[in-house]
């Protein structure tokens, strides 16, 4: 079965600044996509960014970029020039054949002013 | 894009009642499905809802506890049986249009109380 982790529970960053989260994953597929989504206290899951497995260039959308490590099977996510609305959970998952989603654990982002 | 309306946003029940939470989707969509998430952790796959057929459960989940019906392309159910304190948590309904590498959309959820 497939696994992600989280390792991070919590993350601060000052507004403007950069932080990076932590994603790892356990899978035997070749073909599979890795995303980031972002849950606000409002409770509503938001995409934030995907990467296809078979695509060697790292996925980017505005300030969020990923870093996508296939062989140590690593996606960590960036976050630059932090804004007050970055503050959220932020859950890395994991897709596979049948559209099921495996998510991590989350990493609370807090954003200080 | 889908919009998805869920209902009820948030409900408190007594242990021993159910209760059936909706997913309405403003299109035609080829997945749905239901996730649980415990306060303060992560989102779990309950089930894919398959139209016209049984619900497919993750292990750990069976159908007397949380039937699910999809009569159609656009709308689901989820009910939570004979409910005990553990059951409170977030349920959340997402879609998908396509099979594979597509954006999951996702409900607002229902935040649910069992006293």
């Known amino acids: 079965a497939q696994t992600v982790t989280q390792s991070q529970p919590e993350m601060s960053v000052q507004e403007a600044e950069t932080v990076t989260l932590s994603c790892t994953y356990d899978?035997?597929?070749?073909?599979?996509?890795l995303f980031w989504y972002k849950q606000p206290p409002s409770r509503q899951m938001i995409l934030v960014i995907r990467?296809?497995?078979?695509?060697?260039q790292n996925a980017t959308e505005n300030r969020f970029s990923v870093n996508f490590q296939k062989a140590a099977k690593s996606f960590s996510l960036k976050i630059s020039d932090s804004q007050l609305g970055d503050a959220a959970m932020y859950f890395c998952?994991?897709?596979?054949?049948?559209?099921?989603?495996?998510f991590g654990g989350g990493t609370r982002v807090l954003v200080k002013p | 894009s889908a919009v998805i309306s869920q209902k009820p946003s948030r409900d408190i029940c007594q242990r021993g009642t159910s209760l059936t939470i909706q997913c309405q989707v403003d299109?035609?969509?080829?997945?749905m499905f239901w996730y649980r998430q415990q306060p303060g952790q992560s989102l779990t796959l309950i089930a894919t809802?398959?139209?016209?057929?049984?619900?497919?459960?993750e292990s750990g989940f069976v159908i007397d506890k949380f039937p699910i019906s999809r009569p159609n392309l656009t709308f689901s159910t989820l009910t939570v049986s004979n409910m005990s304190p553990e059951d409170s948590s977030i349920y959340l309904c997402?879609?998908?249009?396509?099979?594979?590498?597509?954006?999951?959309?996702f409900g607002q959820g229902t935040r649910l109380t069992v006293v």
């Open positions: 997402s879609v998908s249009k396509e099979a594979l590498n597509t954006e999951a959309f």
């Open positions: 899978t035997s597929e070749s073909d599979y996509y």
């Open positions: 990467q296809e497995a078979y695509k060697q």
């Open positions: 998952a994991y897709e596979a054949a049948g559209n099921k989603l495996t």
């Open positions: 299109s035609q969509v080829t997945m």
């Open positions: 809802a398959n139209q016209g057929s049984e619900a497919t459960y």
